[in-house]
Antibody, heavy 125, light 105 residues
Framework: QITLKESGPTLVEPAQTLTLTCTFSGFSLMTSGVGVGWIRQSPGKAPEWLVFIYWDDDKRYSPSLKSRLTIIKDTSKNQVVLIMTNMDPVDTGTYYC?????????????????WGQGAPVTVSS | DIHMTQSPSTLSASVGDRVIITCRASQSVSNWLAWYQQKPGKAPKLLIYEASSLESGVPSRFSGSGSGTEFTLTISGLQPDDFATYYCQQYNTYPSFGPGTKVDI
């Protein structure tokens, strides 16, 4: 049974750095082909994909946010950490981590079959 | 970037209705298209992948079709649990989601 859970601050000040942790179970990020993604959703808006990280430490970032994002995995803890710099009020929303279904070698792409419950983040002073 | 659109943005329906939601891509995504259902305060739930493959555990009243740039999600016999917002997502390249279709009573 695959589960994921996000954790981190609910309030971040503008210009500060957001760090979110995804703790997962039911799969291993050491297994060939496995990937985890981060997706965010502003209130009342569609989800927006941010990044994928793979078992071999390959990382694929959204081109529009690449300069602000860093993703790290800790396979010993079954965790993936998302770091987003220079936070702005428009970054307010719910941040999800999710398991990427293995389906092809197109590592830029993918769909998500298991999602965490989401971590609400408000950017405000 | 591949831009996704959906129509309608809101759909009013009744239990038992057949509901069709359309998703269009700004360029061909082949059949690399997924559909999700989202309820308020919850994460999206995968319903359909590869345009027409039903995810395990999803009721068979949900079906998907299409390829290239035009896709549909059909709910045959709307149930009370189906009132939600539905999103399409292409994964031919960097993933992008449609703006959503809210199905309400």
């Amino acid at each position: 049974q695959i589960t994921l859970k996000e954790s981190g601050p609910t309030l971040v000040e503008p210009a500060q750095t957001l760090t979110l942790t995804c703790t997962f179970s039911g799969f291993s990020l050491m297994t060939s082909g496995v990937g985890v993604g981060w997706i965010r959703q502003s209130p009342g808006k569609a989800p927006e994909w941010l990044v994928f990280i793979y078992w071999d430490d390959d990382k694929r970032y959204s081109p529009s946010l690449k300069s602000r994002l860093t993703i790290i995995k800790d396979t010993s803890k079954n965790q993936v950490v998302l770091i987003m710099t220079n936070m702005d009020p428009v970054d307010t929303g719910t941040y999800y981590c999710a398991h990427r279904r293995q389906y092809s070698n197109n590592w830029n792409a993918g769909f998500l079959d298991y999602w965490g419950q989401g971590a609400p983040v408000t950017v405000s002073s | 970037d591949i831009h996704m659109t959906q129509s309608p943005s809101t759909l009013s329906a009744s239990v038992g209705d057949r509901v069709i939601i359309t998703c269009r891509a700004s360029q061909s995504v082949s059949n690399w298209l997924a559909w999700y259902q989202q309820k308020p305060g919850k994460a999206p739930k995968l319903l359909i992948y590869e345009a027409s493959s039903l995810e395990s555990g999803v009721p068979s009243r949900f079906s998907g079709s299409g390829s290239g740039t035009e896709f549909t999600l059909t709910i045959s016999g709307l149930q009370p649990d189906d009132f939600a917002t539905y999103y399409c997502q292409q994964y031919n390249t960097y993933p992008s989601f449609g703006p959503g279709t809210k199905v309400d009573i």
